[in-house]
C-alpha cells in the first residue's frame, strides 16, 4: 500500500516568516497526527484529528500553529509567525481504517523544517 | 500524564552481539506499549507492539521485548545484531483506549561490521 505522504522534505525560512506543511495519509484512514521532533528528542504530538474532526490538541502552540483537515482526508499544518524554536521535523502520521489504540501509526518521512 | 524513558542515548555493538535497549515508562493505568525503529534515509517504522496477553512479544528482524509491569519496563532485545540494524530505536506509551502516543528520546544504534 502507498504510505503517508507528505511535503516539502525540506523547508527553510526565516523568522517572522510562515510556512505550511502537507499531508496525505494512508488511504481508508481515519485517524491523522502532527508531531514536532526536535533534534536530540522523540516526537511530540502537535495534533490529532478522527476524521475531519480535532481529538487531541493539547500541545499545539496555537498562537502560531493552525491545522486542518477538511473532507476528512489531507492535512496541512502552519506556522505563523515562526521562531527559531520551531526548528524540526514535522512528522505527519495516520491510522486507521478503524479508531482505538490497536491501530498501528504509520509515519510519513516528514519535513525538515529550518528557521534563520 | 505518561513519561517515557531512555536511558541509551548512543549504543555502538559488534556484529553477533547481543542487544538490549532500556524502556522505561510512568503511567498510573493500563497502556499498551511499542518500539519504533527509524533506519538511516527512512521513515519511522513500527518493530513491535504490546496490548495485552503473552508479556514477551515478537517483532519484525528478530526483535523481541518483554513487558514487565512490576518495573515499568519494556526492554527491546535482539540475541545477534546485525549491520543493517544500525538505526534509532524510539519506544513509545499510550493510555490503554486511547491512541496517543508518547515516545522517549531514542537511542541510536551503530553496529560495527
Known amino acids: 500500500e502507498a504510505g503517508v505522504a507528505q511535503s516539502p522534505r525540506y523547508k527553510i525560512i526565516e523568522k517572522r516568516q510562515s510556512v505550511a506543511f502537507w499531508c496525505n495519509p494512508i488511504s481508508g484512514h481515519a485517524t491523522l497526527y502532527w508531531y514536532q521532533q526536535i533534534l536530540g528528542q522523540g516526537p511530540k504530538l502537535l495534533i490529532q484529528f478522527q476524521n475531519n474532526g480535532v481529538v487531541d490538541d493539547s500541545q499545539l502552540p496555537k498562537d502560531r500553529f493552525s491545522a486542518e483537515r477538511l473532507k476528512g482526508v489531507d492535512s496541512t499544518l502552519k506556522i505563523q509567525p515562526a521562531k527559531l524554536e520551531d526548528s524540526a521535523v514535522y512528522l505527519c502520521?495516520?491510522?486507521?481504517?478503524?479508531?482505538?489504540?490497536?491501530?498501528?501509526?504509520?509515519f510519513g518521512d516528514g519535513t525538515r523544517l529550518s528557521i534563520l | 500524564a505518561q513519561s517515557v524513558s531512555q536511558h541509551n542515548h548512543h549504543v555502538i555493538l559488534s556484529e553477533a552481539a547481543s542487544l538490549e535497549l532500556g524502556c522505561n515508562y510512568s503511567?498510573?493505568?493500563?497502556?499498551?506499549l511499542f518500539w519504533y525503529v527509524q533506519y538511516p534515509g527512512q521513515h519511522l517504522q513500527l518493530l513491535l507492539k504490546y496490548f495485552s496477553g503473552d508479556p514477551l512479544v515478537k517483532g519484525i528482524k528478530g526483535f523481541e521485548a518483554e513487558f514487565i509491569k512490576s518495573k515499568f519496563s519494556f526492554n527491546l532485545r535482539k540475541p545477534s545484531v546485525q549491520w543493517s540494524d544500525t538505526a534509532e530505536y524510539f519506544c513509545?506509551?499510550?493510555?490503554?483506549?486511547?491512541?496517543?502516543?508518547?515516545f522517549g528520546t531514542g537511542t541510536r544504534l551503530t553496529i560495527i561490521p
Open positions: 513509545a506509551v499510550s493510555p490503554f483506549g486511547n491512541e496517543k502516543l508518547t
Open positions: 502520521a495516520s491510522s486507521g481504517p478503524g479508531t482505538g489504540s490497536n491501530q498501528p501509526q504509520h
Open positions: 503511567y498510573g493505568g493500563t497502556v499498551n
